[in-house]
């Protein structure tokens, strides 16, 4: 995973269904020359996806980290908590197309990911896709912009 992009730094964070695909993820990034934020959770013991979805979202918003990849069971709990966060357009891609259209179109931040619904080669192709893709602007730019006047 070639770090072609501007974005640096990536936060990750993941409940106990999806640390292992975060760890896969991580390795691949540090393979790639991206730094990375990991804020957990590391192992199988049971935590609560809010928490480490609001931390992710929190290093984002914050600028603390440039872009973001949440992983529990299904996405779907991992990316309401992240979405709490008005500085946050999180998007639960199972594709790589999914994942190059929320960054060209809704200039997502966080990609969220299933681990119990995805596998290994689809998750690398939805971040490979997230991470080199540019928000396109144009005629998605207001739109994006009516997604924080809500
Ligand atoms: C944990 O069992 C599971 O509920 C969680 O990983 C996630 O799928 C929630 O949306």
């Known amino acids: 995973m070639t770090n ?3 974005k640096r730094l990536v936060a990750l964070g993941a409940d ?3 640390f292992q695909l975060k760890d896969a993820l991580k390795a691949d990034l540090a ?6 934020l990991d804020l957990g959770t590391s192992g199988p013991d ?5 928490d480490f979805g609001r931390a992710v979202a929190e290093a984002v918003a ?3 980290a440039d872009l973001g990849v949440v992983v529990c ?3 779907i709990g991992i990316s309401i908590a992240a979405n709490r966060n008005p500085g946050v357009r999180a998007a639960l891609c199972h594709s790589g197309l999914e994942a190059r259209l929320a960054r060209e179109h809704n200039d997502a931040n966080v990609l969220a990911l299933g681990s119990r619904i995805i596998g290994l080669e689809a998750a690398r192709d ?3 896709a997230f991470l080199n893709t540019e928000f396109a602007g144009g005629r998605h730019a207001g739109r ?3 997604l924080s006047t809500h």
Do not use: E, M, W
Not at 31 to 36: A, E
Not at 46 to 50: G, K, M
């Open 31 to 36: 393979d790639g020359g991206y730094d990375v």
């Open 126 to 128: 939805a971040l490979h």
């Open 73 to 75: 069971g299904t996405g």
């Open 46 to 50: 049971s935590v609560d996806y809010p």
């Open 62 to 64: 914050s600028g603390r």
């Open 4 to 6: 072609v992009s501007s």
């Open 144 to 146: 994006v912009a009516k």
């Open 16 to 18: 106990h269904a999806g």
